[in-house]
């Protein structure tokens, strides 16, 4: 069993803004449109919201984008 932080866990929204990406390019990402994305468990739909793991975005895309 893999236990997460409460951290570890976002919305589109904020990776997208974390990550300097946008939040339709994630959501492709999660409709799988984008080659070597997301993988099972690393994504989720919760209602109307998707969210998606650090540890698939720091796959994906890397170590977060921080500072201004």
Do not use: H, P
Request: proline letters at 0%; one cysteine or more.
């Amino acid at each position: 069993m893999v236990i997460m932080e409460f951290n570890d866990v976002m919305t589109l929204e904020e990776a997208a803004e974390r990550w300097k990406k946008t939040s339709d390019a994630l959501r492709q990402n999660c409709l799988g449109r984008v080659k070597n994305g997301f993988r099972k468990g690393e994504y989720r739909k919760s209602g109307r919201v998707w969210l998606v793991t650090r540890a698939g975005m720091e796959r994906v895309y890397g170590k977060e984008i921080r500072g201004k």
